[in-house]
């Protein structure tokens, strides 16, 4: 007969600890465990979350309403993002370009009154265009809505800290 190591109770089959104290210690590791566990998760979600942050570049873009208004379009749905699957090697370097997705919709009604593209333009730090793209949308084919994805590049870019997004009459 031994006497419990944690609680001093008499302990018969000669362990160092009563069964009562083993499930003790055996639920206080449980509860350790299950916290590293949560912990551990809660910062891959955060770790995920600043990834998609980075990846997600839609707070570069800048939209002009009020083309957006003379035109009788709006462009909704908007979302930017590097885009891996297209690029240029610029001094050796591969560099992916920015895919600019979204959709236009016209103000009013189901038709667009005049062709018109869709223009992306980037600018570096110092406020210099540094590139330009657009899409353009026939006036005669367009009904509803349409959707449009750019893609902006030909520049490193790490240079690009904002794209101007606005629709334009014409070619």
Request: proline share 2%.
């Amino acid at each position: 007969m031994w006497n419990c190591e944690n609680c001093g109770s008499r302990n018969w089959d000669n362990a160092i600890s009563c069964h009562k104290c083993n499930r003790a210690i055996a639920e206080q590791q449980l509860a350790a465990r299950k916290t590293v566990e949560t912990k551990a998760a809660a910062e891959r979600q955060t770790a995920e979350a600043e990834a998609a942050r980075a990846r997600d570049l839609t707070r570069i873009l800048e939209r002009l309403e009020v083309f957006e208004e003379r035109t009788g379009v709006r462009l909704d749905a908007l979302y930017a993002k590097p885009d891996g699957n297209s690029g240029w090697t610029i001094n050796g370097n591969f560099e992916s370009g920015i895919r600019i997705n979204g959709e236009v919709h016209p103000r009013e009604g189901t038709s667009l009154t005049k062709s018109l593209k869709v223009v992306a333009d980037a600018y570096d730090d110092l406020g210099r265009l540094i590139c330009t793209t657009d899409h353009f949308f026939n006036a005669e084919t367009f009904f509803g809505f349409a959707t449009f994805s750019l893609l902006v590049g030909g520049v490193p870019t790490k240079q690009i800290t904002k794209i101007r997004i606005y629709p334009k009459v014409g070619w």
